[in-house]
């Protein structure tokens, strides 16, 4: 039987409702806890990874919903108690900026340290994935790093004194690489 | 890894990042053509989740945010369907969320500011897990349609938000459901953004009478489909010998 993928439409505006309700102001009641917000066991060390996505006009989004989804410091993505792969946060709906308080991974295979992003929001029809590799590891033998040729600089995120930063333009000069997976 | 690849998606299928009738699209759609590339286990992978990540409520919007004893308030609706990938296979166990506006088209969010009352009853969250056979269910009020700023005299029609998780994250969807005879379906920028009309059927949720509860709540019908898979190159090989 051949069936068609379900058409994406827009997450909106008020997508934290259900991916991130503290987000939204919801208060907890009768509802589980949210799912995402916690990679790395309370106490461990952690790097924090800013993310920060720029609109065509160089404004921060702030109301985006932000995914990643990566390998642990082994470079394999099992899920243990030590570390979930999966994150989940919403751009801060002042300034804009997403943090993760998550582990940096390690290789996997002939892939250089990476992590993946899935971008949804108002004004997105169709989720953006986009990857983050690391300013401190030799990518250039990264097959994928390598297709996104002069453009691969916009996945390279920056070194901070506790982590990394990195910025993801939608559109214009430097507009980041986005992957038809 | 020993998955296959996931079907190239159909891009043509889906809306366009920049449709000009959504302005919204107009500063966040990218302006290059996505890049392809192959699908590596980074793509194949994705998060799992059991009953344990649920509160017992979490498929029950009725309740879930109202104070013990008391209900949200609007018609009253099962929301139920099959989660399949494209090959028709069903797609159990994966988490499927939603959210949505109160009956009269009021976010419970802190950048709503619409006229129409919040309901104190309602939170508009729900989430469940897929059973063995695919299928999933809740239980919501009717949402509201609700106006937008878009430019013009911009109404959305009654919608659920809907985000899936497939196998892996190159099958993450999030999408938009909608009911059957809305006449603010054939009106919406978001909606008409999807370049057939087939395709926008596939978000058009039906009345179901077999699944209604005779004097208590009705049900409306939405399957989801995922993305199926290639055959694999080690069964395409076994096949050839
Ligand atoms: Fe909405």
Not at chain 1, 72 to 95: M, P
Not at chain 1, 106 to 128: D, E, K, P
Not at chain 2, 55 to 76: E, H, V
Not at chain 2, 104 to 109: A, L, V
Request: aromatic share 8%.
């Amino acid at each position: 039987m051949a069936l068609k993928e379900s058409p994406s439409q827009t997450a909106g505006p008020y997508v934290h409702i259900g991916c991130a309700a503290q987000t939204a102001g919801l208060e907890k009641r009768g509802m589980g806890d949210q799912l995402g917000g916690q990679m790395v066991p309370a106490g461990q060390d952690t790097v924090t990874l800013a993310i920060t996505i720029l609109d065509g006009s160089g404004e921060p989004v702030k109301d985006a919903l932000i995914e990643i989804w990566q390998a642990g410091q082994n470079g394999d993505y099992t899920t243990s108690d030590e570390f979930q792969n999966w994150g989940r946060q919403a751009s801060d709906l002042s300034s804009g900026v997403a943090h993760f308080e998550t582990l940096k991974p390690g290789r996997n295979g002939t892939q250089a340290s990476h992590i993946l992003v899935w971008i949804v929001a108002r004004g997105i029809n169709l989720g953006l994935t986009t990857r983050i590799y690391f300013p401190d590891e030799d990518n250039t033998s990264d097959p994928v790093f390598r297709l996104a040729g002069a453009r691969a600089n916009t996945l390279v995120a920056s070194q901070t004194h506790v982590g990394y930063t990195h910025t993801i333009r939608l559109q214009g000069a430097n507009e980041t690489v986005f992957f038809d997976v | 890894m020993t998955e296959a690849p996931f079907k190239p998606r159909d891009l043509s299928w889906h809306p366009p990042a920049f449709f000009e009738r959504y302005r919204s699209t107009h500063l966040r759609a990218p302006q290059q053509p996505l890049l392809q590339m192959p699908q590596t286990e980074t793509e194949l992978t994705g998060p799992t989740f059991g009953q344990n990540d649920l509160g017992p409520l979490d498929d029950d919007l009725i309740t879930n945010y109202a104070t013990p004893g008391q209900s949200a308030q609007g018609p009253r609706i099962i929301v139920h369907g099959t989660l399949r990938d494209e090959d028709g296979r069903p797609v159990p166990g994966k988490l499927i969320e939603v959210w949505q506006a109160n009956a009269g088209g009021r976010y419970r969010h802190v950048n709503d500011g619409y006229l129409a009352p919040l309901d104190d009853n309602f939170g508009g969250c729900g989430r469940c897990l897929t059973d063995a056979d695919g299928h999933y269910n809740f239980r919501t009020i009717l949402p509201g349609p609700y106006p937008w700023p878009n430019g013009g005299n911009d109404w959305r029609p009654a919608h659920i938000h809907f985000s899936v998780f497939g196998d892996g994250f190159a099958q993450r969807l999030i999408t938009q459901m909608y009911f059957e005879g809305d006449p603010h379906i054939a009106l919406c920028p978001i909606v008409q953004a999807i370049p057939s009309d087939d395709a926008i059927d596939r978000l058009v949720a039906r009345l179901d009478m077999t699944r209604t509860v005779p004097m208590d709540i009705r049900a409306y019908r939405f399957d989801i489909v995922l993305r199926g898979r290639n055959a694999t190159i080690f069964e395409n090989q076994r096949e050839g010998t």
